[in-house]
């Protein structure tokens, strides 16, 4: 995807990175209701009301005055300068220091054309101290923070939100949790959640709705009539107890018997 160098002092290692996902989402193509037909969508001129050629669009800023800058392909990659080719390290900071939130994409980055011995130093740098790499990179004409950590035998590269992208719960209206809760509800929910507790295993988690969507979608080809489940109600605060109950007791009858048993939603009880 990108041939270029991390640099961290006046250290540079040459790297290839490769993407580190694949999505499984189902993709649907829009159709026209009336007949089934394909929809496509046009480059058209407003002004002369045509279509437009992609050769012939280019990328405009709006101006306060509301005119319009126009940059050309050229003019726009200029921006990118010496960092074009470049993921600068500018500190080694301890992993757990950096909330979830600020991860975006992930990729991987192998070692490039005669960097074996330099990227295995940063490799096992990086995997000794547990630290990892903040730098700034431009890809796609756009700067970004990213993250370069060791994992497993190979770099992972993180894409980050700026701190300016982050949204302050204090700024919405999110309501607060309660500040006084019931201890019995409490012991009972800290129990549970024990209960339920485990090692995270990435391959023990599948895309459950992927696979039923391609359900609906099967038994609709064949004619068959689709109507939406029927949704259970959300815990009510009389109920609570009894439903932190009645979990405990499923979850612990599971483990009993070999399984995870995940409990069953009855009404006035959450799924």
Not at 173 to 196: F, N, Y
Request: net charge positive.
């Amino acid at each position: 995807m990108w041939n270029g160098t991390v640099a961290f002092g006046i250290v540079r290692v040459p790297v290839k990175l490769y993407s580190a996902t694949e999505s499984k989402a189902v993709h649907f193509n829009e159709r026209h209701a009336a007949d089934g037909a394909g929809i496509q969508h046009r480059r058209v001129c407003v002004k002369e009301d045509k279509e437009v050629p992609y050769s012939e669009v280019v990328k405009g800023f709006e101006t306060k005055t509301g005119a319009y800058v126009v940059l050309s392909k050229e003019e726009v990659s200029a921006v990118d300068g010496a960092r074009a080719r470049t993921i600068d390290v500018e500190h080694f900071v301890a992993a757990a220091e950096i909330d979830p939130l600020f991860y975006d994409h992930s990729y991987y980055l192998g070692p490039g054309k005669e960097a074996a011995d330099t990227y295995s130093v940063l490799h096992a740098a990086l995997k000794r101290s547990k630290r990892v790499g903040i730098a700034r990179w431009v890809f796609h004409n756009r700067a970004r923070l990213v993250a370069v950590r060791a994992l497993d035998d190979v770099l992972a590269l993180h894409t980050m939100r700026f701190a300016d992208e982050l949204v302050s719960p204090s700024e919405l209206e999110i309501p607060k949790p309660h500040s006084k809760t019931g201890k019995r509800e409490l012991d009972m929910a800290d129990a549970l959640v024990e209960q339920l507790a485990g090692r995270f295993e990435p391959s023990r988690y599948h895309d459950t709705y992927r696979e039923a969507l391609l359900k609906v979608i099967e038994r609709k080809a064949k004619g068959e009539a689709i109507a939406p489940p029927e949704e259970a109600p959300a815990t009510a605060e009389n109920e609570l107890l009894r439903a932190l109950e009645q979990s405990l007791a499923a979850t612990r009858g599971g483990r009993s018997s070999g399984g995870r048993a995940r409990p069953r939603a009855k009404a006035g009880s959450a799924r």
